[in-house]
């Protein structure tokens, strides 16, 4: 065999998955460890999810409603839009990858920040676009730099509100500003996948900025069932958009694209606002207290409108990483963000923060950390 691959798919690094815990166990020689590295929802699923999808077992000899029906009209009343407003994904991932797919050609440009999201840039690759990266600054989106960086080529531009791992969300103010500014022929695509914890007062009116794009760019908001609402391992995303985007976007989806227990489980789960709310309120007072926590460790944590923070540990993160796996606490450097002080944290349950709190005073101690 003597096949070629192209240069733009071999010089991906392909996404950096976690290993099981069962096999960290394992490796480490430990038992009963908890996860706090990947921004999941502690609480489990709701239980009315759970419910549905175990009655809609039986159906599983039939093939999913490809048009995903239910879920779809029950998401558009949600927001105030109409069904043609809202397209689902296996995961936003998939949404993102459709962007991608139905907007950008060899050689369009797509812009992005850093660090954010891996798999924008990834994606725009696999399509054989061109990523332009704009860094940070104090945290937060370089709004000003990323309109200077919008040549005629650019055809994406990926935000994500809060940014993933930083938990800053840009304010409505400022957004609605930036978009105006934006040329019609650019689409942005807001990644919204904590809009959900965010404090009210942060959220955007995203109908409106959906509705009323005369003379400015398209908005896309991009949401996931897999945070707030405890489905991660179903894979469930839905994005709401002008209809003549979600039309493009429909043209590139695989049929059938989100399986019918993921269907089942996610229009229960919306329907479950007791469950939701509960997670909203809980997440919330783990944040204020765990950053309280951290602080009178003698580290800095930083404001998050999500559900998790970034905590500077004033040593190296990866070692710290290291070393609470031997304490069976999973944390997430951020190094190969960038950030090589900072470690990321989930918020857990009320037992699982106390043992993140005990372990991550002992490695400090153990590591020296000043």
């Not at 945290?139 to 935000?159: E, S």
């Not at 429909?250 to 694209?257: A, I, L």
């Not at 990483?321 to 963000?337: D, F, N």
Request: with cysteine; proline share 6%.
């Amino acid at each position: 065999m003597n096949i070629q691959t192209p240069e733009n798919i071999a010089s991906i690094t392909p996404y950096p998955p976690g290993k099981p815990l069962e096999e960290l166990e394992r490796e480490y020689g430990i038992s009963g460890s908890i996860k706090m590295a990947s921004n999941e929802n502690p609480w489990g699923p709701s239980p009315r999810a759970v419910a549905a999808i175990r009655g809609a077992l039986e159906g599983l000899h039939r093939y999913p409603d490809g048009s995903c029906y239910h879920l779809t009209q029950a998401l558009a009343a949600r927001h105030h839009l109409m069904a043609e407003e809202v397209v689902l994904g296996n995961g936003s991932n998939e949404i993102i990858e459709m962007l991608v797919k139905a907007f950008v050609q060899n050689g369009d440009e797509v812009i992005t920040s850093h660090p954010s999201f891996l798999m924008y840039q990834k994606i725009v690759q696999v399509r054989g676009g061109v990523n332009t990266v704009v860094p940070l600054v104090n945290m937060q989106h370089d709004l000003p730099t990323i309109l200077a960086t919008i040549t005629a080529a650019t055809r994406l531009i990926f935000l994500d509100s809060p940014n993933n791992p930083t938990g800053n969300p840009i304010h409505p103010l400022a957004l609605r500003d930036f978009l105006n500014r934006v040329p019609e022929s650019v689409l942005v695509a807001l990644d919204e996948a904590y809009v959900d914890f965010m404090d009210r007062e942060l959220c955007p009116d995203i109908r409106t900025l959906i509705r009323e794009n005369t003379g400015r760019c398209g908005v896309v908001s991009l949401r996931t069932f897999s945070k707030a609402y405890g489905l991660a391992g179903l894979r469930v995303g839905y994005a709401l958009m002008p209809s003549s985007v979600a039309v493009s976007l429909h043209k590139v989806r695989q049929p059938f694209n989100v399986n019918q227990l993921a269907q089942v489980g996610a229009l229960a789960a919306l329907q479950d606002e007791e469950f939701y709310q509960l997670t909203l309120q809980r997440t919330r007072a783990g944040l204020r207290y765990l950053q309280a926590e951290v602080e009178k460790l003698g580290r800095v944590s930083y404001p998050s409108q999500t559900n998790f923070f970034l905590v500077d540990v004033h040593g190296d993160a990866t070692a710290l990483y290291e070393a609470m796996l031997y304490q069976g606490v999973i944390i997430r450097s951020m190094k190969p963000y960038g950030y090589a002080s900072m470690v990321r944290i989930t918020v857990g349950t009320e037992e699982e923060n106390e043992r993140f709190l005990r372990a991550l005073a002992l490695c400090l101690d153990q590591l020296g950390y000043r």
